[in-house]
Nanobody, 120 residues
């Protein structure tokens, strides 16, 4: 079994910062990709940022220059540093892990989500 646990969400004022963390544990042989997605009320889930095990990153246009994704391969952990937050960043943020198990199969795992609310 694999567990994916997010932390770091909360309430912040516009212009503020938050740092999200996501740690994966369990029967993971290797992680291929780690990503953050978000879903606002009434909207579809969207990709925010992703990072490969080699460190290549990808960002949604709406967060470029404000958010930074990073990882620690030794801890199977991914982070999302969010600066200059806007009310439109309010959403539930989900961590997604794409990993290989010890049998060579590739799996996709989601965390339970963490709420980020940007409001004055």
């Amino acid at each position: 079994q694999v567990q994916v646990v997010e932390s770091g969400g909360g309430l912040v004022q516009p212009g503020g910062s938050l740092r999200l963390s996501c740690a994966a544990s369990g029967s993971i042989f290797s992680i291929r990709n780690m990503a953050w997605h978000r879903q606002a009320p009434g909207k579809q889930r969207e990709l925010v940022a992703s990072i490969t095990s080699g460190g290549s990153t990808n960002y949604a246009d709406s967060v470029k220059g404000r958010f930074t994704i990073s990882n620690d391969n030794t801890k199977n952990t991914v982070y999302l540093q969010m600066n200059s937050l806007k009310p439109e960043d309010t959403a539930v943020y989900y961590c997604k892990i794409i990993a290989d198990d010890y049998g060579g199969l590739q799996w996709q795992y989601w965390g339970q989500g963490t709420q980020v609310t940007v409001s004055s």
